[in-house]
């Protein structure tokens, strides 16, 4: 049942005196739940939940913490065929793709639970006392990852499931010991209760504290404003776009006790297309990349929005293949009217700049919220000189730039932003002439690909869904991949504790049997 309440830790609360409906974007209808927005002080009450609640909950073993992550699972599994038929009235996202991504966020979850049970993950090292060196005695030092405090999830548009209310962030967060309050995003708020319901219930069934979980909805920034800035919230996870997330790195910057914000944001993942490729497979490459930019209607943060080749036959083949089939896919919904609006919007303004040619765009009549798909082409020079060529425009839209040489390929992808990714479209060992190329391109993004297409995260260890400014707001950490539990945790150090008083990762005898490094060795022995 949706109530169109906030939970505030296990409890159903709807105090505010503003309200409003998500929308299916398949009908361009409002759909029938009525939301209420949280209240001041139902902010300020998830929030004290949810340091009280850290006090105990960042001292849980692994064990028990990952017996909960199965359990949100699972509870979220048990919600059956209802819980697809609201994310997909509430995103327009076919049902295949709703079970696709309930998949991995079943994935996730379990995949955080393997990963906290035995306690490596905490990175303990020890170094212990020499009270007979000279001239200084040596102090014992014992050190490991701990929880940093409560930490604000931001639902993501585009991931109804995966990035949001029990997403990656979450399932992080979790993970670490953190207590996790939720901003619901506006465009699915009953998929979000729906999906804190199996939350609350698996916290109820694995007796962790009230104030663990929170889920509190809002139309609009102000709900999300407070809880950034609340005292007693330590961290922030995000996913969206440039302009929210980096007023939320401002915000939280901006604080008496400033916060970390872990903002994935913007990208247009640039795609380089080799010349000896081009010339053996332009027609294939441009098979392929159509049906990438047109992927769930381009609404992946990996989107190939940047194409970019060294002028040639081989690139002007690519260019009229690529022309043919974009118009040939059938388009699709978008998630909203109003991602729907901004990227006709963003996409008129890209085509409003001098230089541009469109290449193809489907022109034939679409029902409301379905996107038109474009793909245009600009000169080297012109793309250098015009940053607002860099702009993402979130949806089934790419740009061909065309250079004059090799230089100046090398100079664009130097003066790009941060990206998620890029790749590169090689033949055999054509790659090994271009390493200037592979190496400005590794410097600008978190993930380079080789031959393939960006669309596609795979949730592991290796994954890095990240890269430098504004791709996310800190290129050292992951959104996605059990790594990046790394962004809700800070290293502690014990200085000459008794033994029987440290964690068990820390004591002599390692209860637990987990590597340590001890002495500048990686083992699993005692001390």
Same mark, same amino acid.
């Given at each position: 049942?949706?109530?169109?309440?906030?939970?505030?830790?296990?409890?159903?609360?709807?105090?505010?005196?503003?309200?409003?409906?998500?929308?299916?974007?398949?009908?361009?209808?409002?759909?029938?739940?009525? %939301?209420?927005?949280?209240?001041?002080?139902?902010?300020?009450?998830? +929030?004290?939940?949810?340091?009280?609640?850290?006090?105990?909950?960042?001292?849980?073993? *692994? %064990?028990?913490?990952?017996?909960?992550?199965?359990?949100? +699972?699972?509870?979220?599994?048990?919600? $059956?065929?209802? /819980?697809?038929?609201?994310?997909?009235?509430?995103?327009?996202?076919?049902?295949?793709?709703?079970?696709? =991504?309930?998949?991995?966020?079943?994935?996730?979850?379990?995949?955080?639970?393997?990963?906290?049970?035995?306690?490596?993950?905490?990175?303990?090292?020890?170094?212990?006392?020499? @009270?007979?060196?000279?001239?200084?005695?040596?102090?014992?030092?014992?050190?490991?990852?701990?929880?940093?405090?409560?930490?604000?999830?931001?639902?993501?548009?585009?991931?109804?499931?995966?990035?949001?209310?029990?997403?990656?962030?979450?399932?992080?967060?979790?993970?670490?010991?953190?207590?996790?309050?939720?901003? !619901?995003?506006?465009?699915?708020?009953?998929?979000?209760?729906?999906?804190?319901?199996?939350?609350?219930?698996?916290?109820?069934?694995?007796?962790?504290?009230?104030?663990?979980? !929170?889920? /509190?909805?809002?139309?609009?920034?102000?709900?999300?404003?407070?809880?950034?800035?609340? @005292?007693?919230?330590?961290?922030?996870?995000?996913?969206?776009?440039?302009?929210?997330?980096?007023?939320?790195?401002?915000?939280?910057?901006?604080?008496?006790?400033?916060?970390?914000?872990? +903002?994935?944001?913007?990208?247009?993942?640039?795609?380089?297309?080799?010349?000896?490729? /081009?010339?053996?497979?332009?027609?294939?490459?441009?098979?392929?990349?159509?049906?990438?930019?047109?992927?769930?209607? $381009?609404?992946?943060?990996?989107?190939?929005?940047?194409?970019?080749?060294?002028?040639?036959? $081989?690139?002007?083949?690519?260019?009229?293949?690529?022309?043919?089939?974009? %118009? =040939?896919?059938? @388009?699709?919904?978008?998630?909203?009217?109003?991602? !729907?609006?901004?990227?006709?919007?963003?996409?008129?303004?890209?085509?409003?700049?001098? *230089?541009?040619?469109?290449?193809?765009?489907?022109?034939?009549?679409?029902?409301?919220?379905?996107?038109?798909?474009?793909?245009?082409?600009?000169?080297?020079?012109?793309?250098?000189?015009?940053?607002?060529?860099?702009?993402?425009?979130? *949806?089934?839209?790419?740009?061909?730039?065309?250079?004059?040489?090799?230089?100046?390929?090398?100079?664009?992808?130097?003066?790009? =932003?941060?990206?998620?990714?890029? #790749?590169?479209?090689?033949?055999?060992?054509?790659?090994? !002439?271009?390493?200037?190329?592979?190496?400005?391109?590794?410097?600008?993004?978190?993930?380079?690909?080789?031959?393939?297409?960006?669309?596609?995260?795979?949730?592991?260890?290796?994954?890095?869904?990240?890269?430098?400014?504004? +791709?996310?707001?800190?290129?050292?950490?992951?959104?996605? *991949?059990?790594?990046?539990?790394?962004?809700?945790?800070?290293?502690?150090?014990?200085?000459?504790? @008794?033994?029987?008083?440290?964690?068990?990762?820390?004591?002599?005898?390692?209860?637990?049997?987990?590597?340590?490094? %001890?002495?500048?060795?990686? #083992?699993?022995?005692?001390?």
């Amino acid at each position: 049942m949706i109530t169109g309440k906030n939970y505030i830790g296990n409890q159903l609360s709807a105090k505010g005196n503003r309200a409003f409906k998500t929308f299916n974007p398949l009908l361009n209808i409002d759909n029938q739940w009525e %939301i209420t927005e949280a209240s001041k002080e139902e902010i300020n009450q998830a +929030a004290d939940l949810a340091s009280e609640a850290f006090r105990a909950y960042s001292k849980i073993s *692994g %064990i028990r913490k990952a017996e909960f992550l199965r359990t949100i +699972a699972d509870e979220i599994e048990a919600l $059956g065929d209802k /819980l697809l038929e609201v994310y997909s009235s509430e995103s327009g996202l076919p049902n295949g793709r709703a079970i696709g =991504e309930r998949g991995r966020t079943l994935g996730q979850l379990r995949a955080f639970a393997n990963h906290i049970e035995n306690g490596n993950w905490v990175d303990a090292s020890i170094d212990t006392a020499q @009270p007979e060196r000279k001239p200084m005695p040596k102090v014992d030092l014992r050190k490991m990852n701990v929880a940093l405090g409560p930490v604000v999830v931001f639902g993501a548009s585009n991931f109804p499931f995966a990035f949001s209310t029990a997403g990656g962030d979450t399932a992080a967060a979790l993970a670490a010991g953190c207590p996790v309050i939720v901003k !619901s995003h506006p465009m699915h708020a009953a998929t979000g209760e729906m999906v804190s319901s199996a939350v609350i219930k698996a916290a109820n069934k694995t007796g962790m504290p009230n104030g663990v979980f !929170s889920n /509190l909805n809002s139309s609009g920034i102000e709900v999300g404003q407070e809880l950034v800035k609340h @005292p007693k919230v330590k961290a922030v996870g995000f996913t969206g776009s440039i302009r929210g997330g980096r007023a939320l790195y401002d915000l939280a910057a901006n604080r008496d006790e400033p916060i970390p914000v872990f +903002a994935e944001m913007g990208s247009i993942n640039p795609v380089i297309l080799l010349p000896i490729a /081009l010339k053996n497979r332009a027609e294939a490459i441009a098979k392929t990349y159509a049906s990438s930019i047109t992927l769930g209607t $381009g609404q992946f943060c990996t989107n190939p929005g940047l194409i970019i080749g060294i002028k040639s036959k $081989g690139l002007t083949n690519f260019v009229d293949t690529l022309a043919a089939q974009i %118009i =040939e896919v059938e @388009p699709s919904c978008m998630l909203h009217s109003n991602i !729907s609006d901004a990227y006709n919007t963003n996409k008129a303004n890209a085509l409003s700049q001098s *230089g541009i040619e469109v290449l193809a765009s489907y022109n034939n009549d679409v029902k409301p919220n379905y996107a038109k798909q474009l793909v245009a082409t600009v000169e080297g020079d012109t793309f250098l000189n015009n940053p607002i060529l860099h702009h993402e425009v979130f *949806g089934p839209f790419s740009l061909v730039v065309q250079c004059k040489n090799v230089e100046q390929l090398e100079s664009i992808i130097t003066n790009l =932003e941060g990206q998620l990714t890029g #790749t590169v479209i090689s033949d055999e060992n054509e790659v090994t !002439s271009y390493y200037k190329i592979v190496e400005a391109l590794q410097n600008r993004v978190g993930r380079i690909i080789f031959n393939g297409v960006p669309t596609g995260v795979e949730v592991c260890t290796s994954m890095l869904h990240g890269g430098p400014y504004p +791709a996310s707001t800190d290129s050292r950490f992951t959104a996605v *991949g059990v790594d990046s539990i790394k962004r809700f945790v800070r290293p502690f150090s014990y200085q000459d504790w @008794p033994n029987y008083l440290l964690p068990d990762e820390l004591k002599n005898e390692n209860p637990l049997e987990i590597t340590r490094m %001890i002495n500048g060795t990686l #083992t699993s022995e005692k001390v």
